[in-house]
């Protein structure tokens, strides 16, 4: 008996998934409907349901409530949901507005037995873009190059930056050294069009600002 292709899994298989509309993608979870509840209907009231509630805000008990979906057919939409939004939904960039919040994007350099430079990314609402680690080594003014710095956030289409490093002997001290690497950046910075909002040692569990 030959297959109707009009009908949204065999669509799928004959001409992929771009090709099926939100409601035949609902069709195609939903499978099959009951006496008195046809499977196209049933994807209709179920989309109506999504967009009232909102994707990001939907429950099993949402699903439910749509009339010829039970408890077998809920867990399977609502499982295909929730596998979708934890893989592949894009979670808003952490906002960086106080040193406290830059301070916990870099537990990747403290306890380092090395000096590590890092530069964050930050576009023009202050989200972090990327965390980059520039150099590692000695931070010494002398070579801590802008090129190195702003090459990363020009790449990335910055509207500021925060530096960062570790001080591996654990002491939040600031030397002088620090302050320089800072006005360095600054200038710099100026220069570009890139702002250079702080400047962050972290040692330890602390941290502190050396601008």
Known sequence: MRKNLDMPREKLYSKGAAALSDIELLQALI????????????????????????????CIGDVK??????????????????????????????????PAKAASQLDNIRGKKQEHLVVLTLDGARRLINNHVVTIGTLMSSIVHPREVFSLAIEDRAASIIIAHNHPSGALDISEQDREVSR????????????????????????????
Not at 48 to 54: E, L
């Open 65 to 98: 409530s749509v009339k010829g979906i039970g408890d077998a057919k809920a867990t399977v939409v609502f499982a295909a949901l929730e596998f979708w939004r934890r893989k592949y939904t894009k979670q808003p960039a952490p906002l960086i507005d106080e």
């Open 184 to 211: 360095k950046i600054q200038q710099a910075g100026e220069l570009l069009g890139i702002r250079l909002d702080d400047h962050i040692v972290v040692a330890g569990d602390g941290f502190v600002s050396a601008m």
């Open 31 to 58: 499978g099959s409907g009951g006496r008195g509840n046809d499977y196209r209907q049933i994807a209709k009231n179920l989309n109506a349901v999504i967009h009232k509630v909102g994707a990001d805000n939907l």
